[in-house]
Nanobody, 120 residues
């Protein structure tokens, strides 16, 4: 299991930006990859982005031009920079370890997430 605390969400206007942070208990180098997922109201949780311990990134194709994932191994944090936000990005965003396919969550347990709401 991985224990995480997500933060940085909020209410933003369409076209705005937010920076989400995921604080991981212990060393994030323990995990092959870390990633972000999101769940919009009435929809299934979906993959957003991941980053391996070596720094290789993977993105949901529709988001790669606007979102950037990064990690700070020294601080055990994973960050998601989101730009040019649209109302379709409204969701609860979650952090989790990621499997070797670089898009499937490794664990079935989730943190509380952080709410992102984009107004039109």
């Amino acid at each position: 299991q991985v224990q995480v605390v997500e933060s940085g969400g909020g209410l933003v206007q369409s076209g705005g930006s937010l920076r989400l942070s995921c604080a991981v208990a212990g060393s994030i180098d323990t995990f092959y990859a870390m990633g972000w997922f999101r769940q919009a109201p009435g929809k299934q949780r979906e993959f957003v982005a991941s980053i391996t311990s070596g720094g290789t990134t993977n993105y949901r194709v529709s988001l790669r031009d606007r979102f950037t994932i990064s990690r700070d191994n020294a601080k055990n944090t994973v960050t998601l920079q989101m730009n040019s936000l649209t109302p379709e990005d409204t969701a609860v965003y979650y952090c989790n370890a990621v499997s070797t396919d670089r898009r499937t969550p490794r664990y079935n347990s989730w943190g509380q997430g952080t709410q992102v709401t984009v107004s039109s």
